[in-house]
């Protein structure tokens, strides 16, 4: 373990700064004396503003639910050591490492440009996932209110929306969704990886308790939202084996349904992921690598779709299985209802005032 380790940066998931693919030179560490020094001696999160011209993307992936998605922040305070999105924070000159985690970009004219969308001629209503990368409730919202406005237009022009966050910040905004709700427009899924906090704390070390989450997932269905939990990421020998309290916890709290993807470690995950189990789990190191392996042919990354999310082999169908028979007990008469396609409406709308 390492909590006493000065060169650990607390409060943080990734402790690397790994490369970026796609730039010829990088600034290093490195002393013509030949000493290597920390990458970092405070580490101070830094916001930057972007004005996107377009906000809603397709999805092209077949393994999610919806076909578009909307960010309003690109990277994410919250940390989560084995987030997916931390790869995409390249193509913005950053690393996937602690860049991910303090370099965060927000999108304040993200409202007026899904008013624009959703207003265009060639939109034909479909819900839209948000977010679709990183949370949409991450720590900087609470400061920026970019979400929060984009649930506004979301109810002005009564189109479908999903969320999903691992922040109890979503309740800020209940009467937004009790509002969508009320016309069969939104869908919500708490995350919940663990319910270990000394595991979560490590792990996802920005990101609200389980214990809160729970709560958050029950404020909203009692406040008749839909909410589902996604019990996600699945990781072999650090997880694996609270599938079913986690899926009664969230059941016994209001959720309607349940979902769960196991780990891979695409492009520099593997580099941060492995660097922060060697630092916090050494002696579970070498078998948490290679059940990884072993859920995806050996190597610790897939991206096939159809099979990166659920993997394959023995380890997964251990996986499915006990996943399977937890949301038959848990979830027999339980669904998430249908989105509403029927509500939507844009002629005669009045523009909003976003200022």
């Not at 924070?89 to 993200?110: I, R, V």
């Not at 997932?217 to 699945?234: D, G, K, R, S």
């Not at 023995?314 to 998430?336: D, G, M, V, W």
Request: net charge positive; hydrophobic share 35%.
């Amino acid at each position: 373990m390492v909590d006493n380790n000065k060169d650990y940066f607390k409060g943080r998931g990734a402790q690397v700064q790994s490369g970026n693919r796609f730039l010829a030179q990088q600034i290093v560490t490195e002393h013509q004396e030949g000493l290597d020094e920390p990458l970092y001696s405070q580490i101070k999160t830094e916001v930057r503003i972007e004005h996107p011209k377009s906000i809603v993307n397709p999805i092209k992936s077949p393994d999610l639910g919806l076909s578009f998605s909307l960010n309003p922040y690109q990277g994410c305070e919250h940390g989560c050591i084995y987030c997916y999105a931390r790869n995409s924070h390249e193509y913005y000159g950053y690393t996937a490492g602690l860049d991910f985690e303090t370099k965060l970009m927000a999108k304040p004219n993200a409202p007026q440009l899904l008013e624009r969308k959703l207003l265009s001629k060639s939109w034909k209503v479909t819900p839209i996932s948000l977010s679709g990368n990183t949370d949409c409730y991450q720590p900087l919202e609470k400061e920026m209110g970019i979400t929060r406005e984009l649930l506004k237009v979301f109810v002005r022009y009564r189109h479908p929306v999903g969320l999903i966050t691992k922040n109890s910040l979503i309740l800020r905004d209940l009467d937004l969704l009790e509002d969508l709700a009320s016309d069969g427009l939104v869908q919500v899924y708490i995350s919940i990886t663990t319910l270990d906090e000394g595991l979560r704390r490590k792990m996802e070390p920005r990101t609200a308790s389980a214990k809160k989450r729970l709560a958050t997932l029950e404020a909203l269905a009692i406040a008749n939202i839909p909410v589902a939990v996604m019990n996600a990421p699945i990781i072999p020998g650090l997880n694996h084996h609270e599938i079913p309290k986690i899926l009664k916890s969230a059941s016994d709290a209001g959720a309607l349904g349940a979902g769960y993807t196991v780990v891979r470690l695409n492009g520099q995950l593997e580099q941060i992921f492995s660097d922060w189990l060697q630092k916090n789990y050494p002696d579970r190191f070498q078998k948490v690598m290679n059940q990884i392996a072993e859920l995806h042919g050996g190597t610790v990354y897939d991206s096939q779709f159809g099979r990166r999310m659920k993997g394959e082999g023995p380890i997964a169908e251990s996986i499915r299985q006990l996943f399977n028979q937890a949301r038959k007990r848990y979830f027999a008469t339980k669904s998430l209802p249908e989105f509403n396609l029927k509500a939507f409406h844009k002629g005669g709308t009045l523009s909003l005032d976003f200022g």
